[in-house]
């Protein structure tokens, strides 16, 4: 197979539509958790291998939340949200209504919560690649860890096989549109090899 790395300025254009068509139902549907106006920005899109993400993610030694997920359907794979600890605090104290800055440390209630959130923004990216191809595409119950960015990804790198290791980084922002607040993330796709064919024949474009 040809190396996804490769993909033309159009070919990016075009996971880029679809990414940006998920974002938009993502951010209706967490505007309605949090009862705020949320914006998202034109997300930013790359391919790599697995070993490249922490130059894309920003320092390795930085906390964050991550959030696990397995694709099921017609395509597989795994699919990890990771967002900044501090911006994750902030997403606990809007989900549940309380003054910015409560937060913290994570009970199980908020860890309830980022694990609900990380599932909107999932599904809605996962549903946009599915129209896309016109298949099914489903994330499965979430998992959640408190860790270094480094550490997540290492173990994300060991637990996949030589033909699990492109991602598709997905880049993040919402903004707040009451108070101008803006919270990172980065969604990553781990698609398992037939998966990766079946997406990169479908944005290929002569």
């Not at 908020?110 to 996962?126: F, K, M, Q, V, W």
């Not at 191809?133 to 998992?143: A, H, K």
């Amino acid at each position: 197979m040809e190396d996804v790395r490769n993909l033309k300025a159009l070919q990016l254009d075009a996971l880029r539509e679809v990414a940006n068509i998920g974002a938009g139902h993502a951010a209706t549907a967490l505007s309605q958790l949090t009862d705020r106006t949320i914006m998202i920005s034109v997300p930013e899109i790359s391919v790599s291998r697995l070993e490249d993400v922490p130059g894309l993610v920003g320092d390795v030694d930085d906390p964050v939340v991550a959030v696990l997920m397995h694709m099921l359907g017609d395509l597989t794979g795994r699919t990890l949200l990771m967002i900044p600890e501090q911006d994750a605090k902030v997403w606990c104290d809007l989900i549940h209504r309380r003054e910015v800055g409560t937060t913290v440390s994570f009970d199980e209630f908020d860890e309830s919560s980022l694990r609900e959130a990380a599932n909107i923004l999932a599904g809605a990216y996962l549903s946009a690649l599915a129209e896309f191809l016109g298949m099914m595409l489903l994330p499965s119950v979430p998992s959640l860890v408190v860790d270094l960015a480094g550490a997540v990804l290492t173990t994300a790198y060991l637990n996949f096989g030589q033909d699990r290791d492109f991602v598709l980084c997905v880049n993040t922002e919402f903004e707040f549109r009451d108070d101008g607040r803006r919270l990172r993330g980065q969604f990553l796709l781990l698609p398992d090899a037939a998966s990766l064919k079946a997406i990169f024949d479908a944005v290929r474009i002569d």
